[in-house]
């Protein structure tokens, strides 16, 4: 499905392309949470990836209000991977955190002067609570956490064709390219660390004596 999808966007100017991008864009997510469903993932996983879905197709109708509305479906779902990363701390190397802090403080500063009026305050605390998230998903691991970095990447290319700076060519297929490969690897990692949390053996009661 994603493959359709992507070709899609390549194939803009075909007749059909259109209808084929907005049947298959907000069916990518479920799709996914199935999968997840199937593979034994965590219900916060499912929520996170059906979030996305109605970030999804909200932003396929277009208009200042909706785009708020799908930015918001995203930021819940980005809620649920933090809680989910939470339950699995995982020390952060402090340089680390530092670059993601200064990528998320550079990129605001770049871009709010092209930002309309509206919306410099929700993209400024969407970012920061995207940027949470993609620093938070280490603790699922070395795929997570590249998982996260392509959704900042995805989101970085949406938050400059608003702000109107110069875009690559086929803009909307590296965005969906990033989106698709961002969502895939955290659901991955998000179930391979529940599955390992859930198979590890549960501690033994104090004073219990040690297995032999």
Known sequence: MAAVHLASLLGGSIDGADTVQHIT????????????????????????????CGGDTLLEIG?????LLGMGCFAAGHICYITFFLRNRRRIPPLLAAGYAAAWL????????GLPAGMRGPVAVYSLLLTAM???????????????????LSDSLIATDIADW??????????????????????????????AGAAAPA??????PAAG
């Open 25 to 52: 864009k907000p069916a990518l997510m479920p799709a996914l949470a199935l999968y997840t469903l199937a593979c034994g993932g965590p219900r916060l996983l499912v929520a996170a990836l059906l979030f996305g």
């Open 63 to 67: 208009g200042d209000l909706v785009f």
């Open 106 to 113: 550079g990129l605001v500063i770049a871009l709010w002067s």
């Open 134 to 152: 993609a620093l938070g998903a280490l603790s699922a691991g070395p795929v997570a956490l590249a998982g996260g970095a392509l959704f900042l």
């Open 166 to 195: 110069p875009q690559a060519p086929q803009g909307p297929f590296w965005v969906m390219l990033t989106y698709i490969a961002a969502q895939y690897a955290l659901a991955h990692g998000v179930v391979r660390t529940h599955l």
């Open 203 to 208: 501690p033994a009661p104090e004073g219990a």
